[in-house]
């Protein structure tokens, strides 16, 4: 079989069709399954498709760099082997793990038999499995045209799911994927579970800060929104009781959000639709705190250390232009989470709420209650650090500064309606 030196390319319309060349694909069928098969085969790895399009099954994104150049340990390993050592491909990797409509082989004469794969629905669809070597594959075609001459002795084994059902793509592609560990929001974010977060932070901006895949890009990784979330959910947290536990507690975190989107009435449907508010909220707040506490406190926000190991000043040149995505301006200084969580969770004082009912109010603007409350705030947390000797970081687990930054905006709405 000859060997080719390009990337076969996808057609652009729904389904698509791949012929890739291979000498020979068994079937097997899937025990317990009785509709299900599984074929594998080995193709050169010139000749894998392009399946950009049909990565939606794969809980794991590759990490790129600034310069969209691929890294990571399992990466570097395939590439080296691609460059160093091709022939030893189809013995050290464990292959492509695709999701198709049908596969079917097609002997032809000459020798040029073809696998002939269709794939139609990207939510059921795609690669499950082998994200890395896949990436890893195109990077070393598609820049290391000198090389070709060596890569076409590189051969992967493609596995050829049929038959699939859809309520069993996720666990499959969580099964596969446990060669390596993906973590649990990537789990969630292939469930569906932030659909509704995706389409309320459609179009906003920040919305393209936030990533829900495991390598995935961006400055917000999906269980920061969730904590915001949560931060405000009322059948949790009241005038008493505060998220103070949250903190750096991730697992817990994502525990209490795969519960209450189960629930019905649940207290998500209130919540994400806020969600928008309480991202602006934040960068409002972030963006207020230095004034405010020179202000308020006569403390220098830019001489703190918020994270005293790094010895890093939250007004340093390194902190210069920190970008405020939801507002769209920018700040130069860092406000750390163990400052910003409580005074952002204060804010559920301004809720009016009533699960039954589907009643999630502002009692007052929160512009209002930002600029009438900020400098106490900002002096709760000012006085921890500063009198108390806290770390900037370690705030953000205290319950009584929770619960005095809540009091804080409770007692400004008190005397508001006076």
């Known amino acids: 079989m000859a060997p080719s030196h390009s990337i076969v390319r996808a057609a652009h319309s729904l389904p698509r069709t791949f012929e890739i060349p291979t000498e020979e694909f068994r079937n097997h069928p899937v025990p317990g399954l009785s509709r299900a098969k599984v074929g594998s085969c080995f193709i050169r790895v010139t000749d894998v498709p392009d399946l950009d399009d049909w990565l939606q099954v794969n809980p794991r994104v590759p990490k790129r760099n600034a310069k969209d150049v691929l890294v990571g340990q399992p990466v570097k390993g395939i590439i080296e082997t691609l460059k160093e050592a091709p022939e030893d491909m189809a013995l050290k990797n464990l292959g492509l793990y695709l999701l198709v409509e049908t596969a079917e082989y097609e002997r032809r004469p000459g020798g040029n038999h073809v696998l002939k794969i269709t794939l139609s629905d990207p939510d059921r669809h795609g690669l499950a499995n082998g994200g890395h070597t896949y990436a890893a594959i195109r990077q070393c075609v598609e820049s290391e045209n000198d090389a070709l001459a060596d890569l076409h002795e590189a051969y992967v084994r493609l596995h050829a799911y049929q038959g699939i059902p859809l309520e069993k793509v996720a666990e499959m592609a969580e099964g596969l994927n446990r060669s390596k560990q993906v973590d649990d929001p990537s789990l969630m974010n292939l469930r569906g579970l932030f659909d509704n977060i995706k389409r309320v932070m459609q179009g906003r901006p920040g919305a393209d800060q936030i990533f829900y895949n495991q390598g995935g890009v961006g400055d917000y990784y999906a269980p920061e929104v969730l904590l915001y979330l949560e931060l405000f959910n009322r059948e949790r947290f009241n005038d008493t009781k505060h998220p103070n536990g949250l903190y750096r507690q991730q697992k ?149 500064v929770y619960s005095q930054c809540y009091d804080k905006i409770a007692l400004y709405l008190l005397r508001r309606t006076k």
Request: aromatic residues 6%.
């Open 252 to 400: 817990r975190m994502l525990e209490m959000f795969s519960e209450d989107v189960k629930l019905c009435p649940s207290p998500m449907d209130l919540l994400i639709p806020r969600l928008p508010e309480i991202l602006i909220l934040s960068d409002k707040i972030r963006k207020s705190v230095p004034a405010a506490a020179k202000n308020s406190c006569s403390f220098e926000m830019g001489r703190m250390k918020p994270d005293p190991k790094k010895k890093v000043r939250s007004g340093s040149d390194k902190n210069r232009n920190t970008p405020l995505y939801f507002i769209s301006k920018t700040m130069s200084y860092r406000v750390p989470n163990g400052w910003l969580l409580p005074m952002l969770a204060a804010f559920r004082a301004n809720v009016r709420w009533n699960l039954e009912k589907s009643v999630f109010e502002w009692i007052a603007s929160l512009d209002e209650v930002l600029e009438a409350t900020i400098g106490d705030l900002v002096r709760v947390c000012v006085v921890e650090h500063r009198e108390n000797g806290q770390k900037p970081e370690d705030i953000g687990k205290k319950a009584s």
